[in-house]
């Protein structure tokens, strides 16, 4: 199963659309090579299948994604830390805020953190006031989970 926000969602369904779309370009470009005769030794003709192939593996991956995508809610007005929820945390004086999501949405850089990574794994469950321990590279940290959102 991966866990994606609705838009999240709404995000891969966009870029499967133009991926779809871009199949005729890809034709017609496959169309074009093929005018201009001997195919071994076609750059052209080479570049296209390429792309092709590129494009349909792409579009063959989000299916599958979408096929087992399972949307998560924000969770608001939860007793305990779940996929979809917002939460401030503390660490050695200073604060933090993390959204838990699936990992094809984790921007670690923005407070979006995977429910598969040792930290969000960390965090599922617990209730506001409690301490979780997370081993990171560089140790063991320990965090105050001050309220869920």
């Known amino acids: ?14 870029e499967l659309e ?3 779309l871009k199949r005729q370009e890809i034709a017609q470009r496959l169309e074009d090579a093929k005018a201009l005769g001997d195919l071994s030794e076609n750059t052209e003709y080479l570049q296209a299948k390429e792309a092709q192939s590129f494009n349909e593996g792409k579009v063959l991956e989000l299916e599958e994604l979408l096929k087992n995508a ?8 939860s ?3 779940q996929i979809g929820g917002t939460i401030e945390v503390s660490s050695q004086g200073e604060k933090y805020s993390f959204t838990i999501v699936g990992s094809e949405e984790a921007k670690p850089s923005e407070g979006k953190i995977s429910n598969e ?8 469950g617990h209730k506001a006031g409690e301490t979780v321990e997370v081993e990171t590279p560089r140790g063991r940290v320990t965090y105050k989970i001050i309220a869920i959102k």
Not at 1 to 14: A, F, R, T
Not at 70 to 77: D, F, L
């Open 18 to 20: 133009e991926l779809k």
């Open 1 to 14: 199963m991966k866990y994606l926000s609705k838009e999240g969602l709404e995000q891969i369904k966009k």
């Open 70 to 77: 399972v949307v998560i809610s924000k969770n608001g007005g």
């Open 79 to 81: 007793s305990a830390v």
């Open 117 to 124: 990574s040792p930290l969000g794994k960390a965090f599922l």
